[in-house]
């Protein structure tokens, strides 16, 4: 288990076409601000994107993920608070690195790019490796396992293996389950109600649940009103034992968060 402060991860999605807010924040200067509001709503981590991994998204050129997020890395960079680059091209990540970025959080778990686990090995820094069933493209299309944690953990512990041996460090591994990527709604939810399963490898846990297509299929919603639905799978993952919640309404989930530390600890700090 956790046992303290559940960080919160905000996401910068600096894309015209993620599912939840592609195209409100696509310019370097609009991304900075959301962003730096993000870190006054209460985010430990900003996730900064700029490939729509949606279900169906087709890739976008290297160049043009970089030409995204590389500039509000620069915009960001030395504010105080950690930021994270989701990519899973080598290149990127390591020109952001460079600009002042602190982790790497790659949806194939280093398998989309083979330079991708030198970099991140070079570089020393933390890496998230999540679990992905296909492709944004495909993922969706007919996710199939025999039984989807156990399938799950042996893909860690194949990635583990992999990426020490190109010498990242086992400290500097995250690991996601994949939340939404080629998995079905009923998988989903076994997914979150077996998150202790995933403690065994003695890694920190992110879970990005944020307004995804389960909530909706869930409650019958669009993803402008699954903020409910997300704060129950946030409350039910902070009571898991995850390190890291990954979300887009930042100020709402990280009270949820706060207060589940709170009963799970048995103290807290208040503000009387």
Known sequence: MNPGKTRIMGIVNVTPDSFFDGGRWDAPEAAVAHARQLVLDGADILDIGGESSRPGADPVPPDLELARVLPVVEGLAGGGTPLSVD????????????????????????????AMAGTVAAAGCPVVLMHMQGT???MQAAPRYTDVVDDLCAFFEERLAFAAAAGVRE????????????????????????????????????VGTSNKSTIGAVLGLPPDQRTEGTAATVAFAVARGVHCVRVHDVRTMARVARMCDAILRGSAETND
């Open 171 to 206: 400290e500097n591994v995250w690991l996601d389950p994949g939340f939404g990527f080629g998995k079905t709604v009923n998988q989903n939810l076994e997914i979150l109600r077996r998150l202790d399963a995933f403690h065994r490898f003695g890694r920190p846990l992110l």
């Open 87 to 114: 990519t899973c091209r080598a290149e990127t990540a390591r020109r952001c690195l460079a600009a002042g970025a602190w982790m790497v959080n790659d949806i194939t778990a280093l398998r989309g790019d083979p």
């Open 136 to 138: 944004p493209k495909t």
